[in-house]
Structure formats: C-alpha cells, structure tokens
C-alpha cells in the first residue's frame, strides 16, 4: 500500500499493459513490501559504517554518521518548515556538492520524488520539467537561483524553492530524529529525465526498490566494491550513471566518494591523486582526456568504468596501455536506471559490451520484434527488476515491445553469447545499399595517431542516398588531411565504409553528461 499522500506520480504512470515485464531473479532483489531508499544509508551505519569516509572534498570530509544525520536533518526542513508531503515532487537544481548526498538522501528518507536536473540547463528547460512533474518544492544552488526564479514565471506549479545556503542554515537547527517514511518499496522516489538527444525529454519513473535494485545488480556482481574503496567520476548526480557510481554503489558497502569541487580532468587527475581514488565512471571522452594528463596521477585506480557512448575498442585499448587497466564497460540507459549488460576481468572482450548482467535477461528483436537465439543482429531488448515507465508520455509504447525493454541500440551477438554494439538505430547509415554503423568508422578514425575525437553521420546524397560524413577534432599541434584519413578508413575496415566527406571542427556538440549530440551534426550546413 502507497505512503503517498500526493499521488500525482503514480496517478500518471503508463496503463499497466504497457509495462514491462519485470523480473526479481536474485535473492537480494526479494524486497518486503515497505523499503525505503535512504534505508541504504540507515543501513551502512547499521552495519558498523558509521565511522568511516562517505564523501571526500579538498578540505573536508563527512562519515556515514554525520550523512545520516544531515539526511535526517534535511527531511526534518523539508516536511516541518517547508510542508512536504510523501510523493511531493523535489527539484535537485544542483552540482556535486558537500551538500549533494545528504539532500538526495533528505529527499527520499522524506517521501518526496527527487528530479535530478543537469546544473546548465537554462530556464525554460526548466519550466518544461517543472510543468511535466508537477514539482512543488524545490533545491537549487545559491548561484543558480536566477535561472530557477525565471522559470517560475512560466511555470507557477513551484511553491516553494530553497538555495543551498539557507537550506545549509536551516539544516544547523534541525533535530536529526527524523525517520524515514515507510514508503512502500513500489512507490515512485524518483523521476529521472533523458538527456534529450533525440528531442523533448522524458520523465522516466524509478521506485525505490529500484535504486536499491541497481546496487544489487551492476554494483554487486560486476563492479564488486569494497568499504576502502573510494569512488570518482564525472557524471553528475542527476545523471542516473552518477546517481549509482557517486552515491548508490558505494552506499551499499560503506566505501568513500571524493567529489571535484571544479569541472575540468586536470582537476579530475589532481582530486585523485589527492584521495587516491580506487574506482573511475566516466565516458569514452573522459578516458581519452585523462590520457593526457599526468598518468602518475592515476596509480591508485583499480576498476574503471565507461557508460553513456559506447566505449570503442580504440580507447580501451589505449588506456589498458596506458595504465594496465582495462575498462569496464555497460550499457545502460535513464529508462532502466542503470547499466544492465557487461563484464568484468578476464570476462571483458575490448571492444564488446559484455553480457547480461545477473538479473538481467538481455536478447535481440528480428524485424518482426521477435526474439531470436544464436549469432546475429538485431534490436536490443532487456528485462529485468528495473524497466521503462515513462510520467504521462505517449512514447512508452515505442520503448517496450512484448513485455521487453527495446533501448533503440543495434547489436550483434557472437557464437559466445557477447553483444557488440553496432548503432544506434537511428545512427545506421544506408549508402548505395550498404548498411553502415556510425561507430565502426568512428573507431576506425580514432586508431589514426592525430585524431583526438571523430563523430559519424550519414548525410545526404543525390546518388548514393546517404554519403558518410566524419567530423573529426584534431590533437594538439596534429596535422592529417582528408585524404590521409580516409586511406587510413580504408585500411582499417571495409573500404566502402570510409567517410566521403571530412569536417575539421574544433569540438564536437555534446549534451551536460558528454553524450554526442549526433542531430547538431546533422544540422550543420
């Protein structure tokens, strides 16, 4: 039974017959009916975590036990002094901050639905958010309080906003005998919105069993962290990548996160040198930028983790010989919540994906949205204790096909049961009858010595319906010609794939959280 007074989110879930068939396969993903997220913390402390480092900054730090306490205290300001009710939605307007954990923990030890949203979005991004989840309450850094204030304008649902430093002062004050609310483990906690890619974003609806359910999977059996474990990345909190790699995962074993306080990967390299930080999440981007730092400043880590792009064999390949690590990578997506197939150790096959994650069953759809066994290609499909539940969008339908997840990513299975990604459907180029995987060409480029990032697309052309056209960013003080890469294309995969056209840019369009933005490309002139 829901704990939820404000029944907005569960009200404007997606008819039943659209859901997902959902699997709870493991013993650790048996949840009672009543759970809690923030229990994950309760937790910790529970199990003799209290003492030890949950988040590591340049000149502070904060135990389980101070984070219990501020989580606790948060949830006091949020339902006593500012009138939250369970299933209130909660806008996290905010960067990764001493402050982060215990407002994202506050939140859901408080009943509310957290909305996470990427620190850069301007205004009337916004208000589409506001508007789409009803938000009531809202956090916003102190910095970034303008931005919030001008969205009010457009969307006057916001009744109540606070910044990070009168929440700061108000959390001094209050009493830490907050209990969590009793949430039942099905009720909504959190409304996480896609990056918006491919157009207007999407509310994708996760409960607390399955914030719980990503720990559970990714994290415990391929991850396998440890307490003395530290954890650093890139992704912010909003980003369900970095909702797990920077506060779920370690969480769950009482290990350390260490946050940057700036932005850039020379301070990435800097902050984990300082913390000697065990475990990375970032994107192929980042291990590429982390390449030209400093790699003595790498030596503490142990296990990487890339998600978000597909990781290609090219950068794993460079960074294993940089640092005798090699990747793990995963593919997950907002509509899952976290990473669902890939691998780990000797189990890894650069430039491969991996497998099913336990908990998980992942296939491929024919073109009859079949599932098929064996060798081949086809839609990727999943299933598993997390799946698709779109806020209010008509688009759920087009996400799940016959009980399955279907991520719009094109793979191909081998003999051995491992997937290869091969496109986003959407990124499969057709020239003169040749279908063509932006990817492949891209990894290809990224083998030439002076290419430092390459993007693929297909554009337009009289006589061969789509030509491929590659933008590339050169490294540092590098020169190489159009001709020279594409010899170089020809040279390394199937000639007819080799880009016809080549643009030397200087940067490439990304979203917040690094993804590609391949439609700006295909806009340019």
């Not at 500012?82 to 407002?103: D, K, Q, T």
């Not at 991850?223 to 969480?251: E, H, S, W």
């Not at 590429?288 to 880590?301: G, I, N, T």
Request: proline share 6%; hydrophobic share 40%; charged share 20%.
């Amino acid at each position: 039974m829901t704990a939820h007074a404000d029944t907005f989110v569960r009200d404007h879930l997606p008819p039943r017959a659209q859901w997902p068939e959902m699997r709870f396969t493991l013993p650790a993903l048996q949840f009672s009916e009543s759970y809690n997220a923030s229990d994950i913390v309760e937790n910790a402390v529970a199990q003799g975590h209290g003492a030890r480092n949950a988040l590591l900054l340049p000149s502070a730090t904060l135990t389980y036990d101070d984070l219990l306490r501020e989580a606790r205290r948060i949830a006091h300001v949020l339902t006593h002094e500012f009138g939250l009710v369970p299933g209130n939605r909660v806008l996290i307007h905010a960067s990764n901050s001493r402050l982060s954990l215990p407002v994202w923990w506050g939140v859901f030890c408080a009943g509310g639905v957290a909305v996470g949203t990427m620190p850069m979005l301007r205004a009337h991004e916004l208000a589409v958010i506001l508007n789409k989840a009803r938000i009531s309450h809202a956090i916003v850094d102190t910095h970034r309080a303008g931005e919030l204030d001008a969205a009010r304008a457009d969307a006057p649902v916001l009744k109540r906003s606070v910044t990070t430093d009168e929440l700061e002062r108000r959390v001094a004050e209050a009493p830490s005998s907050f209990q969590p609310i009793r949430t039942a483990a099905d009720d909504p906690a959190l409304i996480a919105f896609t990056s918006g890619t491919t157009g207007t974003p999407k509310g994708c609806v996760h409960f607390h069993r399955d914030i719980a359910a990503m720990a559970e999977t990714f994290s415990r059996h391929i991850l396998q962290p440890k307490a003395g474990d530290i954890f650093i990345g890139t992704p912010p909190f909003a980003f369900t990548f970095g909702l797990g790699a920077g506060m779920v995962f370690p969480a769950s074993v009482g290990a350390a996160t260490a946050i940057c306080e700036k932005p850039g990967f020379d301070v990435l390299a800097d902050t984990i040198a300082q913390h000697r930080a065990t475990t990375l999440f970032t994107s192929p981007t980042g291990y590429r930028a982390l390449m030209k730092q400093d790699v003595r400043k790498l030596a503490s880590l142990h296990t990487c983790v890339s998600a978000g792009e597909h990781l290609p064999q090219a950068t794993s390949d460079q960074w294993f010989a940089h640092t005798g690590i090699r990747i793990i990578d995963g593919i997950g997506s907002t509509e899952m919540i976290h990473i669902f197939v890939s691998a780990r150790g000797d189990d890894i096959r650069p430039g491969a994906t991996g497998k099913a994650v336990p908990g998980y069953e992942a296939t491929l759809l024919d073109e009859s949205d079949q599932p098929f066994e064996g060798e081949g290609e086809g839609r990727l499909a999943i299933r598993g204790p997390t799946g698709c539940r779109y806020l209010a969008d008509d688009r759920q339908k087009n996400y799940v096909v016959n009980g399955w997840n279907v991520t719009g990513d094109l793979y191909r299975r081998d003999r051995e049961g491992y997937f290869w990604y091969v496109a986003r459907a959407d990124d499969m180029i057709i020239s003169a009858g040749y279908n063509i995987g932006a990817p492949e060409v891209e990894n290809a480029l990224l083998t030439h010595e002076a290419v430092a990032e390459a993007a693929v697309i297909g554009a337009p052309d009289a006589e061969r319906g789509q030509i491929v056209k590659a933008f590339v960013v050169l490294k540092p003080g590098a020169e190489a010609s159009e001709k020279a890469l594409q010899d170089h294309v020809k040279a390394t995969i199937a000639p007819y794939k080799y880009p016809r056209a080549i643009a030397f840019v200087s940067d490439l369009p990304k979203t917040h959280t690094g993804k590609l933005q391949r439609f700006k490309l295909r806009e340019a002139p």
